[in-house]
């Protein structure tokens, strides 16, 4: 669906993937597609396939309105991205809407030395891990020559 301001004026059920597009004369607080009757979006995918303006972090655009009718079901999907922002999908009082929400960010730093990242434990805690495994692959090792050697 692209545009703004567009209506059904009976019921929208049936869809698999409801793909929405974002002009940019489609601000916050804005309204897609507006039905008459009953819309059903159950397991239907949200996606927001273009957008055209930029966007601020909370800006909220309906959807889906049909506060005039009845709207059932819940999508598939709970966040949709395009063109650089995530959206948070909800269903509330009769809406579907799509809020634009932070990107999460996972830090992920460099272990001295290069050549990997930081898995949780810090760069000492790898450092050790690996001075363990090489201790143990060397306790074998010597094993592994004692249990070879024969006395005369």
Request: net charge positive.
């Amino acid at each position: 669906m692209k545009g703004s301001g567009q209506s059904v004026g009976g019921d929208l059920k049936g869809f698999q993937i409801l793909d929405f597009s974002l002009p940019s004369t489609m601000v916050n607080g804005g309204t897609v597609l507006t039905a008459g009757g009953t819309a059903d979006i159950t397991g239907a995918t949200v996606s927001i396939g273009s957008i055209s303006g930029s966007r601020s972090i909370g800006d909220a655009i309906t959807l889906i309105d049909v506060s005039a009718g009845t709207l059932t079901g819940t999508p598939a999907n709970n966040t949709a991205s395009a063109s650089g922002y995530t959206f948070s999908i909800a269903v509330e009082s009769g809406k579907l809407t799509a809020t634009v929400v932070p990107v999460t960010v996972v830090p992920v730093t460099a272990v001295p030395g290069g050549g990997g990242c930081d898995t949780g434990f810090g760069a000492a805690g790898v450092i050790v891990l690996l001075m363990g495994i090489h201790a143990a692959l060397g306790r074998k090792k010597r094993e592994g020559v004692r249990a070879g050697y024969k006395k005369r």
